[in-house]
T-cell receptor
Framework: DTGVSQDPRHKITKRGQNVTFRCDPI?????LYWYRQTLGQGPEFLTY????????KSRLLSDRFSAERPKGSFSTLEIQRTEQGDSAMYLCASSLTGLNEQFFGPGTRLTVL | AQTVTQSQPEMSVQEAETVTLSCTYD???????LFWYKQPPSRQMILVIRQEAYKQQNATENRFSVNFQKAAKSFSLKISDSQLGDAAMYFCAYRSANTGNQFYFGTGTSLTVIP
């Protein structure tokens, strides 16, 4: 399977703990996106990378959130000092310059107790 | 920011029948792209169909077609000959052709297909 993969698929953590999620995009895709999806809502944009550069960040991305894409391939999204309101599905998508379509991964479901 | 509105939280259709899902959007731009994505239960989102705003012709992909009304800012999805596998959440999405790279999604429509 050469699609977008995300790890872990599920994460349960206690409030105040730090969590890190990983996204592996389709290998030749230079663009990578992170979204958050809560129950009953559509995905909300968090941040976007072109290669290793983080070019856009949403106001939703508080200072507890940080994302990296150090070598322009996989990306990590870290949430520090998790809060119950962080409970959501975190989706990763990738794309290639010139393509209008984004390809989504299966998501990481985070539950903060 | 652009907003995308899906006013039908839930829809149902009899197998083999036709159903139309509604989507409206708000933008001041003239050049953009519109998408319908499908998210089956516990599975990842996949693209169903896309439309470039500069194209007057409505996009069609097999049993899926759109009715794009640019002046009305309306982008509905028609599913013909509905199949059980069409049951899913359907999200309408907008992307500017010129400013930024993010997609703006609606809140989704849950489609049930009745055998």
């Amino acid at each position: 399977d050469t699609g977008v993969s995300q790890d872990p698929r599920h994460k349960i953590t206690k409030r105040g703990q730090n969590v890190t999620f990983r996204c592996d995009p389709i290998s030749e895709h230079n663009r990578l996106y992170w979204y958050r999806q809560t129950l009953g809502q559509g995905p909300e944009f968090l941040t976007y990378f072109q290669n290793e550069a983080q070019l856009e960040k949403s106001r939703l991305l508080s200072d507890r959130f940080s994302a990296e894409r150090p070598k322009g391939s996989f990306s990590t999204l870290e949430i520090q000092r998790t809060e119950q309101g962080d409970s959501a599905m975190y989706l990763c998508a990738s794309s290639l310059t010139g393509l209008n379509e984004q390809f989504f991964g299966p998501g990481t479901r985070l539950t903060v107790l | 920011a652009q907003t995308v509105t899906q006013s039908q939280p839930e829809m149902s259709v009899q197998e083999a029948e036709t159903v139309t899902l509604s989507c409206t959007y708000d933008t001041s731009e003239s050049d953009y792209y519109l998408f319908w994505y499908k998210q089956p239960p516990s599975r990842q989102m996949i693209l169903v169909i896309r439309q470039e705003a500069y194209k007057q012709q409505n996009a069609t992909e097999n049993r899926f077609s759109v009715n794009f009304q640019k002046a009305a800012k309306s982008f509905s999805l028609k599913i013909s000959d509905s199949q059980l596998g069409d049951a899913a959440m359907y999200f309408c999405a907008y992307r500017s052709a010129n400013t930024g790279n993010q997609f703006y999604f609606g809140t989704g429509t849950s489609l049930t297909v009745i055998p």
